[in-house]
């Protein structure tokens, strides 16, 4: 079944990608041009794509609920993190995703937070005081 | 001759100072990252590589310090397989076969140290295999005209899937995707902007090592939740030094999983993994009688030496060709091509500082790699021993920071992510990772030389077949679509008898 959709999805991409390339044009000089090598890649795309639609041949499994559970919990941390680095500056922002990823991965509480309290600091002191590596320390949202 | 003082040349590079400390350096993380169960060598020199931008070390340096990884990580990946039946990486699997069976005997100690020797074999003589055909590989290239480089690349990617047994329509689409990604951004011929949707962001295209740490250090953490955190089971070592006698029984084992590992590390698209499953198989049939499985010091040293010669195997035509022969050589290429080295027949000539420096290196680093393994193995094991949840989320931590300094833009890091659960879900869908990376790397170059070739005839396709190298590329894809092809079927009517859909 997870085939099948991944069919779909590759089908629709790949007839998307075919259709905006004919958009790109351009002028002398160039006999390919900007619109044909994505022709030469995405036709044979959505040819497999339909295949892979019509003929499945695997089905993934996915993670029990409380396993999706914890990977959603992952990703908005991941997400947040990446948001604010910046704002909150290395350290801090470091510290919460250390220690979140920490407790989803069944880390014990005191344990996770000394881990997270040691090795926020340490990487920022390691890469860059130590190594040269410039990481704000404090973020935007203090400075 | 020639190579010999190219070689001497070499060792001159890497014994300055910065390049002994990077060995050193390498080799030690390189271990522990192959040690740890879930990271391996892609993840470990994806991992490195922003770091390596940041401190802005030269493309000679940094090779050698990604090279070092990936070689200690090859030697790192029995550890745990011995003491606690979890593959450290991929290739490690076969050394579970009979290294876990013969810990549970309290012969630890021997299968550490065979293992040990065997990888000291198998990375050596592949490095001496890299020294004396990589040149010969490289003069045969010059030859190799744009209509060739464009038939090069197309085999490149038929064949990557290798003989895997996944879906080969899924390796294709997987490339394709990743070819796809490698348009985006502005077309270096003609000035348009394509795929970029109005984003002055996607300009510059998708920056492939923010991409490759997604692909591989993020996704890897969406894989580790999706188990319950468990407690590893350490074996205790028994006695603490191994017996010679053991030792021996390895040697022959170890010479013919070698050269078996180092020819498949050259195809493209084998690897290291199929090198310690051939070696291992090989072996078994020509010498089993019934021990294997239960802890037969060979069958411990065969797949070890296969996997660590396979590694060296496949930087040839990495080098050479420009054309990555696995996953891990695939991620060390994006960095050479970031630093605005391309690799290829030339490089020889245009770099043999680089190229010998990185082969001299890679004699040092399997010294430096036997004495790490061999006494002072300890620290390794004690290693095994801290838990997951205090490490993963530090892979996470150095992905960010190293990401965060090479670009120092949040998008970035959003766009890591967002390669991260690609990579999880293509995984989860069965799709190899690797030909996407391929893709994303390849897809300018290949896109050019397709040019080129068109615009030497004027715009004439049928330039593509008129080289005998390029048709007999063409014919050795063709032959290699079948194969794989053939092979799928069987699995598909498998698929179909067990009634799944």
Known sequence: ?143 | MEILSSLWAGFAVAALPINLALIVAGCFAGTLIGALPGLGPVNGVAILIPLTFAFGLNATSSMILLSAVYYGCMYGGRISSILLNIPGDEPAIMTTLDGYPMARKGQAADALAISGIASFIGATLATLGLTLFAPLLAKAAIYFGPADYFALYVMAFATIGGISGTDPRKTLLAALLGLMLGTVGLDPATGVARYTFGSFNLYDGFDPIVALVGLFAISEILFFLEQKAQDRQLIPKGRVFPRMSRVKEGLGASLRGSVIGFIAGILPGAGASLGAVMAYSFEKRLKDKGTFGTGDPRGVAAPEAGNNAASGGALIPMLTLGVPGSGTTAVMLAMLISLNIQPGPLLFERSPDLVWGLVAALYLANFVLLILNLPLIGIFTRVLGLPAWGLMPLVVAISYLGVYAITHAAFDLMVMVGFGILGFVLRKLDFSLVPVVLGLLLGLDMENNLRRALSISGGDFTVLLQSPIALLLYGITAVFLALTLWLSRRDSKAFAAKGGR
Do not use: K
């Open chain 1, 1 to 143: 079944m997870t085939d099948r959709l991944a069919g779909i999805c590759f089908f629709l991409l790949a007839a998307g990608y075919v259709w905006l390339s004919a958009g790109y044009t351009a002028g002398f000089g160039d006999p390919l041009g900007p619109s044909i090598f994505p022709r030469v890649i995405g036709i044979p795309a959505v040819l497999l794509g339909l295949s892979l639609m019509i003929w499945p041949r695997h089905n993934a499994d996915w993670a029990g609920a409380d396993g999706l559970l914890r990977q959603g919990a992952a990703l908005l941390l991941l997400v947040g993190y990446a948001l604010l680095l910046e704002p909150l500056g290395f350290v801090l922002s470091t510290f919460v995703a250390v220690l979140g990823l920490g407790l989803l991965m069944g880390a014990p509480p005191i344990r996770g937070v000394l881990t997270a309290g040691i090795s926020a600091p340490g990487l920022y002191l390691l890469f860059d005081r130590l190594m040269g590596l410039p990481l704000p320390a404090l973020g935007t949202w203090f400075g």
